[in-house]
């Protein structure tokens, strides 16, 4: 039987069984080709499609395999073997350097380089703002790495909007993707449960949700937004207006202040301007608790293109929404933003000088490494579920706190 052996980091263990269990909450990831798709000498064969992977004949009495990081020249797993597999415990960019002798005769020595290689960038599908917060890097990952052909895969409403723009990497679903043709590959997501930071070098909760995507990449993670092709640029509306998403997929995520966004959009509409509702759904929720279009607000919720959603920002005189995906579009539209969430720390979405939290409430419950957000749990509030403080960081952000805000917005009231 053919000796299998996992590579681990100095104080980290690897298994199969836990990279299985650390996928990312927010969808699964074609696996790799079962067989490493590159060809070594004597049989060998290896590749970077879930880390690093070096399969090893029999034949050849012992081998001995050493992976490196080329970089900071640490030797990161060395072992002697019949036959099998070595696999490095790290799954995200590492420019490994693999050795591999045969007595004192040196086999194989071979240092990641892209340089012409086929490269796939895994998203997870059925999300909004995580895309367009990390696709950035992977359009950082094509520039760094010029010579190697990236290939992005992600859900088809977010392909047409960054496709346009993008004609050097290959956009495809998930459907579509043929692991037997990579040389690499890097997943992308959010690794709740990563504490031997397999997947990730950085827990996301402490470089923000959308750097993280930077440091699983090995590129600078400073944020950028992303380059959006409209097919349509035009005003939709000659007057001035305002677009606001009130909608998210948990309760913890909404603005919980009972008669804030009533008196927000009397407030907007007394200073002259219409107030769009771009949500998806004008109602949503879950059992008794249901969250409705603001009173007063024009719907233009329903199931619209993407592109549709961006024209409407592109115009707007600002937006007002919260930490979801329709907040990163209108950031990556160039519109002023002001995002009510207390749920998260600032740092866990992009800069916005309009951000909106009361700190003197419980907040940032997200970006505790302490807690786990449960996907399954609507009503999740980890600190106060089921007593009179529940969701409290939201709920005690005034109207008038997030009016104060809107004042200081250049084009507010012209």
């Known amino acids: 039987m053919k000796k299998k052996t996992q590579a681990s980091t100095p104080g980290h263990s690897g298994s199969a069984a836990t990279a299985s269990a650390q996928r990312a909450e927010k969808g699964n990831f074609v696996a790799p080709a079962t067989t490493p798709t590159q060809q070594g000498p004597q049989g060998i064969r290896f590749d970077f499609n879930d880390g690093c992977r070096v399969v090893l004949p029999e034949g050849n009495g012992n081998w001995f395999v050493r992976l490196r990081d080329a970089e900071t020249h640490n030797t990161l797993f060395e072992t002697t073997l019949t036959a099998g597999c070595v696999a490095s415990s790290k799954k995200y960019y590492v420019p490994f350097e693999i050795e591999v002798r045969s007595g004192d005769v040196e086999v194989m020595r071979h240092r990641l380089d892209l340089n012409g290689k086929r490269v796939l960038i895994q ?32 859900g088809a409403p977010l392909i047409a909007l960054f496709e346009g723009n993008h004609p050097d990497i290959t956009f495809v679903t998930p459907e579509e993707v043929d692991p037997g043709q990579f040389y690499a590959t890097y997943n992308i997501g959010l690794f709740f449960t990563d504490e031997a930071s397999v997947h990730q070098p950085c827990d996301f909760r402490h470089v923000g949700l959308h750097r993280t995507a930077g440091y699983i990449l090995g590129v600078d ?24 998403a009130a909608q998210s997929t948990t309760q913890c995520k909404y603005w919980n202040n009972p008669t804030g966004w009533r008196e927000l959009v009397q407030f907007l509409k007394d200073h002259g301007y219409r107030v769009i509702c771009i949500d998806q759904k004008a109602t949503h929720g879950m059992g008794t608790v249901w969250n409705h279009i603001p009173y007063g607000a024009e719907d233009e919720t329903g199931d619209k293109p993407l592109a549709e959603r961006a024209r409407w920002l592109k115009h707007a005189d600002f937006f007002i929404g919260l930490s979801s995906g329709l907040s990163w579009l209108a950031w990556s539209m160039g519109t002023p933003v002001v995002m009510i969430s207390g749920f998260t720390h600032p740092t866990n979405e992009f800069h916005t000088p309009y951000r909106v939290i009361n700190y003197h409430t419980c907040n940032s419950c997200w970006n505790d490494v302490r807690v786990s957000f449960d996907h399954k749990d609507f009503l ?35």
């Open 380 to 414: 999740w509030c980890p600190r106060h579920a089921g007593t009179p403080r529940q969701f409290e960081c939201t709920r005690l952000i005034t109207t008038e706190q997030v009016e104060q805000v809107i004042r200081r917005i250049p084009a507010f009231g012209t």
């Open 123 to 154: 998203f997870p599908v059925g999300t909004l703002g995580d895309l367009i917060a990390w696709f950035p890097y992977a359009a950082k990952f094509a520039l760094q790495h010029q010579g190697c052909v990236v290939t992005c895969s992600m």
């Open 221 to 244: 993670p400073a944020e950028i937004p992303p380059q959006i092709e409209l097919p349509d640029e035009s005003r939709p509306i000659p007057e001035k207006y305002v677009c606001i």
